[in-house]
């Protein structure tokens, strides 16, 4: 004789994250992926900031990987 008892059921509460807090870390992010991007993407020409070649030799390989000529 087998008894079952019910386990009480409790719900779990999804915390809300308000946009206000959110945004300034979404603006950071977004604001340092650009620039991730733009340092691997650009070839060492007009638009280079740094003289030389270190960040093209840094990213070298990167740049193939994600398609972007640069010979």
Not at 42 to 53: E, F, N, R
């Amino acid at each position: 004789m087998s008894q079952s008892t019910a386990a009480p059921v409790s719900e779990v509460a999804i915390p809300t994250i308000p946009l206000r807090e959110l945004a300034p870390w979404a603006l950071f992010f977004g604001l340092l992926g650009l620039v991730v991007i733009f340092f691997v993407t650009t070839d060492q020409g007009a638009v280079s900031l740094p003289a030389g070649t270190a960040i093209h030799e840094w990213v070298h390989d990167g740049r193939h990987l994600l398609g972007f000529p640069c010979h």
